[in-house]
């Protein structure tokens, strides 16, 4: 069992910045590929981003390309979301997910996720 941790969240003006974090419990996590998705009020829960279980590859949605970064730390079991020139269009519920693919790459489909963080709210206000 996986257990994810989110912080990181909060209130931000437009054009401003944040960074995301999320904590894994699993000794393995470093084989993992792990994704970032967020859901808006009344909305279904989207892709963000994905990286592989080294760091070596990732995939952004279209529309957080060029302003958020998605990168890991193994050693921390840390996920990390860079997220800079915020618009108020990304204010969401961000979730981190896990993949039990051991070695595996990120993907976009939600259910391909099998651990999942509790969410932290990132608001952005115009």
């Known amino acids: 069992q996986v257990q994810l941790v989110e912080s990181g969240g909060g209130l931000v003006q437009a054009g401003g910045s944040l960074r995301l974090s999320c904590v894994a419990s699993a000794r393995t996590f470093n084989r993992y590929p792990m994704g970032w998705f967020r859901q808006a009020p009344g909305k279904e829960r989207e892709f963000v981003a994905a990286?592989?279980?080294?760091?070596?590859?990732?995939d952004y949605t279209d529309s957080v390309k060029g302003r958020f970064t998605i990168s890991r730390d193994n050693v921390k079991n840390t996920v990390y979301l860079q997220m800079n020139s915020l618009k108020p269009e990304d204010t969401a519920v961000y979730y981190c997910?896990?993949?039990?693919?051991?070695?595996?790459?990120?993907?976009?489909?939600?259910?391909?996720?099998?651990?999942w963080g509790q969410g932290t709210q990132v608001t952005v206000s115009s």
């Open positions: 990286i592989n279980w080294s760091g070596g590859d990732t």
């Open positions: 997910a896990a993949k039990s693919t051991l070695y595996g790459v990120g993907t976009r489909n939600r259910r391909d996720y099998d651990y």
